[in-house]
């Protein structure tokens, strides 16, 4: 390790249990109390996706993906056909892995062929978002041309290769480690990192990951020589790090954060986008199976002032299910504005006219209690009295009656994968065990028998139903943070620098962990 942090040495602070105590694989089947793989940040140092979304900034400055601009990555290139049932990809030639072997369509193949034997999440990517129907749909053409058939029309079909999982592995090395009893090296894919990455993994211990930079990447060797990725345990043990110059970078910060570095000449900060926040009901189960309910809270929260005092200013409101990073997004369906009258009425002709008292379950973390302050004093004129729970042991699938989803946390900027994550989720995910309805299931899983033509349609129609039937309320679209010492080299803010850039589309604040209240908390 570096003895210190310099321009072309990072140091990183990252949550220690989420990053720097896990796995490499995140093909593995992973669900609550089992080892978790590295997040994408960490993932995407050794290895590389075939494609990425371009990232741009708005007229503020915040950065944010162009879902519908791919960029290259691994694959120089990709077509569709049929009708966008047939996509063909291009990859390029003479790149070698960490352990020498050049990529080849035969690590897709075995990449895709892993994915749906090992069945963990990337398997509800590839099958159920994507449209893969079984790995026999996936072949190599020639040494670096693959070809996928899919069961229907997917015309974004090309970002499901933007995941960690299924992360385009070396197979010729992986297979050295495979036994019969292990097939697909699992036990050592989970213990070593070998892609095609900018980076290699030097040496990983319970305190830190260090990296050396790949002068044989398809771009070149990276602009910095090494990282280290340190493991912290609390939110604020990382920004002192910053602070005191014992680190050089750190991402994932809420805004009040980022507020602290910015203007000083010490540092060089970037403004993110970073997917939706939302008040969330149990809508299976009394009093929120009632759709006036919902639409009467949805009416009467005062969405100026939550982005005001929750999120100071960072941030923007949210009007649909599909993000407005994605393709396909449409803010023309949401009728709710603060209306405290409306909310009224609604409460009237509703199957609760005076009113109940509910809970409302939030994170330790001060961003979702100030947004749970307000919920509390907006609901009480409606008839709602709120009583306010820390979920700080919360076991997984417990039903509650309202949570806060403080930051979704999509792994991708795309229509299908916005409803699907929220309405259509695969086992493990917490959506999937509160709230399970096939109606929504059903037409979300139709799109792609569609033809492409008719998917937009089809689109709009369930972004107004489903803001109709108001299963959340949509609060925000959020904003998170970069912060860099000022002396640390150009190219680590630059989009070729996936360990950042990938932040941008997908996994934001648990970066540094949970901002975990620090004193006693007095209602």
């Not at 993906?65 to 049932?85: F, K, Y």
């Not at 609760?352 to 004093?377: M, Q």
Request: hydrophobic share 40%; aromatic share 10%.
């Amino acid at each position: 390790m570096p003895s210190s942090p310099s321009p072309r040495n990072l140091v990183w602070p990252v949550d220690r249990g989420g990053g720097i105590q896990a796995t490499w694989d995140p093909d593995q089947p992973h669900m609550e109390g089992s080892a978790q793989p590295a997040p994408y940040h960490t993932i995407h140092l050794p290895y590389e996706p075939l494609t990425t979304p371009r990232i741009a900034a708005d007229a503020d400055g915040v950065l944010y993906p162009v879902a519908a601009s791919l960029q290259s990555r691994l694959a120089a290139g990709w077509e569709s056909a049929g009708g966008d049932r047939t996509w063909t990809f291009r990859l390029r030639p003479g790149l070698p892995s960490h352990a020498g072997n050049e990529l080849t369509a035969d690590d897709v193949v075995w990449m895709v062929e892993r994915v749906f034997a090992l069945r963990g999440v990337g398997l509800w990517r590839l099958r159920r978002l994507a449209g893969i129907n079984a790995p026999s749909d996936v072949e190599a053409l020639d040494r670096h041309t693959v070809r996928v058939r899919l069961r229907g029309p997917n015309p974004q079909f090309a970002a499901y290769f933007v995941f960690a999982t299924g992360n385009v592995v070396d197979s010729v090395e992986a297979r050295r480690h495979a036994t019969e009893e292990d097939p697909w090296a699992s036990a050592w894919l989970s213990a070593n990192a070998c892609g095609f990455g900018q980076f290699s993994v030097v040496r990983h211990d319970d305190d830190e990951i260090e990296y050396a930079a790949r002068a044989e990447h398809w771009m070149g060797r990276p602009g910095v020589d090494s990282i280290v990725q340190v493991g912290v345990d609390s939110r604020s043990e990382a920004l002192n790090m910053l602070t005191s110059g014992e680190a050089n970078m750190a991402l994932g910060l809420y805004p009040e954060e980022l507020l602290r570095f910015e203007g000083r000449p010490e540092f060089t900060t970037r403004r993110v986008r970073a997917n939706h926040s939302t008040l969330e009901f149990n809508w299976s189960e009394p009093p929120f199976d009632d759709r006036k309910v919902r639409q009467a809270v949805c009416y009467a929260l005062p969405y100026d002032l939550i982005i005001d005092r929750v999120y100071a200013g960072r941030a923007r409101r949210s009007h649909s299910p599909i993000c407005s990073t994605s393709e396909l997004h449409t803010a023309e369906f949401d009728p709710y504005r603060y209306d405290l009258e409306r909310a009224r009425t609604l409460m009237r002709e509703s199957g609760h006219p005076d009113g109940f008292d509910t809970e409302l379950w939030v994170k330790a973390s001060y961003e979702c209690l100030r947004l749970a302050h307000i919920v509390r004093d907006a609901l009480a004129p409606i008839g709602i009295g709120v009583d306010v729970r820390l979920d700080t042991r919360l076991p997984f699938g417990t039903k509650v009656p309202m949570w806060v989803k403080e930051e979704c946390s999509h792994a991708l900027y795309e229509p299908m994968y916005d409803v699907a994550h929220d309405y259509d989720p695969p086992l493990g995910m917490w959506g999937g065990k509160i709230n399970v309805d096939r109606e929504w299931s059903s037409r979300i899983r139709a799109i792609h028998s569609a033809d492409s033509r008719e998917q937009p349609r089809i689109y709009r129609e369930i972004q107004r139903d489903l803001m109709e039937f108001a299963a959340c309320a949509h609060i925000a679209e959020i904003e998170t943070g970069w912060v860099f010492r000022a002396d640390v080299d150009p190219w680590a803010l630059d989009p070729a620098f996936l360990g950042a850039a990938t932040t941008v589309w997908s996994a934001h604040r648990p970066i540094l962990g949970l901002r975990e209240l620090e004193d006693e908390y007095e209602w």
